[in-house]
Nanobody, 114 residues
């Protein structure tokens, strides 16, 4: 059974940084593309960042220049570094992956507030 477990969320002040981790229970190379999504209260889930097996990366417009996604196949872990955080970044962040994008983590809460 494939499990994705996020960690690293919490409360951070505006302008601060966080690094989220997503630990995958199977070989990361079998998961193909890995994604980070987020969902704020009352809003639709949106793509934050995507990393392909080739290491090509895509970012959502709202985080461009402030986010960096990476993967460590030796640790079966995907990371999301978020810098210069804004209150609008407050959301539950979800890790997603799999051949059809069918696997989801439980989410980790990120709250940006002073």
């Amino acid at each position: 059974q494939v499990q994705l477990v996020e960690s690293g969320g919490g409360l951070v002040q505006p302008g601060g940084s966080l690094r989220l981790s997503c630990a995958v229970s199977v070989s990361l190379s079998s998961m193909y593309t890995m994604n980070w999504y987020r969902q704020a209260p009352g809003k639709q889930r949106e793509l934050v960042a995507r990393i392909f097996q080739s290491n090509l990366k895509n970012y959502g417009d709202s985080v461009l220049g402030r986010a960096a996604i990476s993967r460590d196949n030796t640790k079966n872990t995907v990371y999301l570094q978020m810098n210069d955080l804004e209150p609008e970044d407050t959301a539950v962040y979800y890790c997603n992956g799999g051949p059809q994008g069918e696997y989801w983590g439980q989410g980790t809460q990120v709250t940006v507030s002073s």
